[in-house]
């Protein structure tokens, strides 16, 4: 078992697999390249629960999940790759919505916040108008609390006594 280097993050070894003497079934399996080498030699005659028992790295998990799918029936691979293709769906469709919520939420907020500031000028205006007019000033939060139509109506009820006596 030699490794020839190609580069530092790139390295091959050659395995003669029918030179190599098998593990004893109750010996743990050490170190990756023994790993490998157990997988390559029991794979065929394990059970995948045996082998996910022996190989704990995660590269063999996706690994032994490969080979499940190798060994499936058509039926079963079809039936397989549409539940992975179901579950995407839904993931993609939660993931359209959450994001289609969040626009929806910040159009609502800027709507709201301009309507707030609509209804604080409104109020500001009639303030002025009633200052004009020698009249008591509304409380603000009684104003904001009335529609913009209502607010609108007030303006044009104050500007029109505003004219009336200046004219």
Do not use: C
């Not at 990756?32 to 082998?51: C, D, N, R, V, Y």
């Not at 691979?77 to 939660?94: G, N, P, S």
């Amino acid at each position: 078992m030699d490794g020839f280097e190609f580069t530092e993050s790139l390295e091959i070894h050659t395995i003669e697999l029918s030179k190599v003497k098998r593990a004893e079934d109750n010996r743990q399996v050490r170190g990756p390249l023994e790993q490998w080498i157990h997988f390559f030699l029991e794979a065929k005659g394990s059970t995948m629960e045996g082998l996910r028992e022996r190989l704990f790295d995660p590269v063999f998990e996706k690994a032994i999940g490969v080979l499940e799918m190798i060994q499936k029936t058509p039926e079963q691979r079809r039936q397989y790759e549409d539940r992975l293709r179901a579950e995407r769906d839904e993931k993609a469709r939660l993931q359209a919505a959450i994001e289609e919520g969040e626009a929806r939420g910040e159009a609502r907020g800027k709507v709201e916040g301009k309507a707030e500031g609509k209804s604080e000028e409104k109020a500001n205006t009639i303030h002025l108008l009633q200052g004009l007019l020698l009249q008591e000033l509304a409380p603000i939060e009684d104003l904001q609390a009335q529609s913009l139509e209502e607010l609108d109506r007030r303006i044009d009820d104050l500007q029109l006594q505003l004219r009336n006596r200046i004219g």
